[in-house]
């Protein structure tokens, strides 16, 4: 962060950070008797234009999910993915009926989805809560790394489509 790139890569970080809050993917408690909180990491990537120069700076927070514990952290970690032949017949069928396809992108997918259970993480480096220094970050909502995030992505995306 003490380089020429650093003050970018910070306000990365805010960003990520603020939207994470805005979210309200955890809440802070005292870390229960038994139990390990996980680490995190961020990850950080430059997006580049087409033409090679840099278009922004990208941040994500990755919970530590390789050391979760099955049928302790996690339960199902089923997700389904779609096939290429299945995109290719929806493309088929509305180009033959003259449809519009849109595609979207959700820029915070899987910090989306709901959790059923109780997962602890440590607080972020740099972003402790103050006066809440001995507190750990209860997750109510799945981060990127976990176990479960892609399974509890699409659950609540399937209940949202089902319901319209």
């Not at 790139?5 to 994470?20: C, N, Q, R, V, Y």
């Not at 514990?69 to 993915?81: A, I």
């Not at 849109?102 to 972003?127: C, R, S, W």
């Amino acid at each position: 962060m003490n380089y020429s790139e650093g003050p970018l890569w910070k306000e990365a970080i805010k960003s990520e950070f603020d939207s994470i809050l805005r979210n309200h993917t955890w809440e802070l408690v005292d870390l229960p008797t038994g139990c390990k909180p996980l680490g995190s990491k961020w990850i950080f990537k430059r997006k580049m234009k087409a033409d090679g120069s840099i278009d922004k700076y990208k941040t994500r927070l990755v919970i530590k999910g390789y050391k979760q514990k099955e049928g302790l952290n996690y339960f199902d970690t089923y997700s389904p993915v779609t096939r290429i032949n299945s995109i290719r017949m929806i493309l088929a069928i509305a180009a033959l009926r003259n449809l519009e396809v849109h595609q979207m992108d959700v820029k915070t997918a899987f910090p989306n989805g709901d959790l059923d259970e109780e997962i602890y993480m440590e607080q972020l480096e740099g972003f402790v809560a103050p006066g809440n220094k001995m507190k750990v970050c209860k997750l109510v909502k799945s981060l990127y790394g976990l176990k479960q995030a892609p399974k509890q992505w699409h659950e609540k995306f399937d209940n949202a489509m089902i319901s319209k």
